[in-house]
Nanobody, 119 residues
Framework: QVQLEESGGDLVQPGGSLRLSCVVS????????MGWYRQAPGKQRELVAL???????NYVDSVKVRFTISRDNTKNTVYLQMNSLEPEDTAVYYC?????????????WGQGTQVTVSS
């Protein structure tokens, strides 16, 4: 059974930093593309950052320069380093693991971790 467990969410002041972690178990982590998504109250879930199984990264424009996604395949873990946090970054952050094998797609989600940016 594939499981994703996020951690690291917290209440932080504007301008502060947080590092989110997502540990994946029950599968071969290195085969998956990993993404961080977020969902703010009343808004749709959006992709924040993506790192492919090969290590390529991509970010939504609003977090470029401020956020960094990385992965450690030896620890089955993906990270999201968030700097210069803004109130607009307040959301539940979700980790996603996905891959495509032939015509089959696989996608798994964690339960989410709350990030609140407020003074």
């Amino acid at each position: 059974q594939v499981q994703l467990e996020e951690s690291g969410g917290d209440l932080v002041q504007p301008g502060g930093s947080l590092r989110l972690s997502c540990v994946v178990s029950g599968t071969i982590f290195s085969n998956y593309n990993m993404g961080w998504y977020r969902q703010a109250p009343g808004k749709q879930r959006e992709l924040v950052a993506l790192i492919t199984s090969g290590g390529s990264v991509n970010y939504v424009d609003s977090v470029k320069v401020r956020f960094t996604i990385s992965r450690d395949n030896t620890k089955n873990t993906v990270y999201l380093q968030m700097n210069s946090l803004e109130p607009e970054d307040t959301a539940v952050y979700y980790c996603n693991a996905n891959k495509v094998v032939g015509t089959l797609g696989y996608s798994y989600w964690g339960q989410g971790t709350q990030v609140t940016v407020s003074s």
